[in-house]
Antibody, heavy 119, light 109 residues
Framework: EVQLVESGGGLVQPGGSLRLSCAAS????????MNWVRQAPGKGLEWVSY????????YYADSVKGRFTISRDNAKNSLYLQMNSLRAEDTAVYYC????????????WGQGTLVTVSS | QSALTQPASVSGSPGQSITISCTGT?????????VSWYQQHPGKAPKLMIY???NRPSGVSNRFSGSKSGNTASLTISGLQAEDEADYYC?????????FGGGTKLTVL
């Protein structure tokens, strides 16, 4: 059974940092591209970042470029999101999601981890 | 990276059919056959319902169907059921990102 389990969320002050993790199991993690998607309270889905299966190709949304860093450790079946210079508008539930293939459709999602940026 | 355009809400009675539209540009929806649709119930993670415009993942009811014409994609749900009440999001591949629509709240009357 495919499972994605996020962790690392919490309350952080504006300007602070947080590192999210996503533990994958039930599939060959190193063969799949992965994404982080977030959802602010009461709002819609927003794509945040993408990483290829090898980690060699990475993309970011303009809203987080220069502040967030996506990475993965295929030996540990884990995906990460390092978030720096956090702002109030980064408050959201952060989901990790697996891409099914070339079409970018995300076929498995974690349960999400809540990040709250507030003083 | 502008969001795709969806209606904020749609509604229908049990047994009826509804269609949700998703409008983009020639750089996203119109440029690739890589449109996906997600269903999200309150407090839950999104669930993939349609990929590559019109394909259903295993386990998704055939009451859900997708199509595309030009820069607009559509999700049709036939034979509406109470459990279909949820938020629906479209998404599209672009050359360096994934775009989501703003979401549509489906109410089953």
């Amino acid at each position: 059974e495919v499972q994605l389990v996020e962790s690392g969320g919490g309350l952080v002050q504006p300007g602070g940092s947080l590192r999210l993790s996503c533990a994958a199991s039930g599939f060959t993690f190193s063969s799949y591209e992965m994404n982080w998607v977030r959802q602010a309270p009461g709002k819609g889905l927003e794509w945040v970042s993408y990483i290829s299966s090898s980690g060699s190709t990475i993309y970011y949304a303009d809203s987080v470029k220069g502040r967030f860093t996506i990475s993965r450790d295929n030996a540990k079946n884990s995906l990460y999101l390092q978030m720096n210079s956090l702002r109030a508008e980064d408050t959201a539930v952060y989901y990790c999601a697996r891409e099914r293939g070339v079409d970018t459709a995300m076929d498995y999602w974690g349960q999400g981890t809540l990040v709250t940026v507030s003083s | 990276q502008s969001a795709l355009t969806q209606p904020a809400s749609v509604s229908g009675s049990p047994g009826q059919s509804i269609t949700i539209s998703c409008t983009g540009t020639s750089s996203d929806v119109g440029g690739y056959n890589y449109v996906s649709w997600y269903q999200q119930h309150p407090g839950k993670a999104p669930k993939l319902m349609i990929y590559e415009v019109s394909n259903r993942p295993s386990g998704v009811s055939n009451r859900f169907s997708g199509s595309k014409s030009g820069n607009t994609a559509s999700l049709t749900i036939s034979g509406l059921q109470a459990e279909d009440e949820a938020d629906y999001y479209c998404s599209s591949y672009t050359s360096s990102s994934t775009l989501f629509g703003g979401g549509t709240k489906l109410t089953v009357l």
